[in-house]
């Protein structure tokens, strides 16, 4: 399975949303506020999404947050959610969207491009190999 990284599009939101509660590990009882902020998102003023897509059809997701502070000097990306499939694992879709999404984050004149992680070694393992380091709780990648 070859897998692209592409922007997601309105025509995605059904899915997102899926790969979303499969993420949380939830069912939902409604979608509405997801859907609103994914709307939101596809607008890429505070965020942004971004898909994997393998045998067309989007096995994976990211969504992006751009933040506004002073002590960047403007913008950082912090990368909010990430997940694939289960079935798509394994194809480096994962580090495919991390990838992008650091390149996005570095044209679009970041700062900075972070994120919170679990305490495993594993998890932290996977984003250190695409440059990021520990900074206290957080990944800390210097764009």
């Known amino acids: 399975m070859t897998i692209s990284i592409?922007?997601?599009?309105?025509?995605?939101?059904?899915?997102?949303?899926?790969?979303l509660f499969l993420l949380k590990n939830a069912s939902p009882d409604s979608t509405e506020g997801e859907r609103a902020v994914f709307q939101r998102l596809l607008e890429h003023e505070r965020g942004e999404v971004f898909v994997?897509?393998?045998e067309n059809r989007v096995v994976g997701i990211a969504t992006v947050s751009y933040n506004l502070t002073m002590r960047h000097r403007g913008e950082y990306c912090q990368l909010e959610e990430l997940f694939v499939e289960?079935?798509?694992?394994?194809?480096?879709?994962?580090?495919l969207l991390v990838q992008h999404t650091i390149a996005h984050a570095r044209e679009r004149g970041c700062a900075e491009y972070g994120l919170y992680i679990d305490a495993s070694?594993?998890?932290r393992a996977f984003y250190?190999?695409?440059g990021l380091a520990v900074v206290g709780p957080e990944l800390r990648l210097a764009l």
């Open 121 to 123: 070694e594993r998890t």
């Open 52 to 54: 994997a897509v393998g």
């Open 6 to 19: 592409r922007t997601a599009e309105a025509r995605d939101e059904d899915r997102c949303i899926e790969l």
């Open 128 to 130: 250190e190999q695409y």
């Open 86 to 95: 289960p079935a798509a694992r394994g194809r480096n879709a994962g580090g």
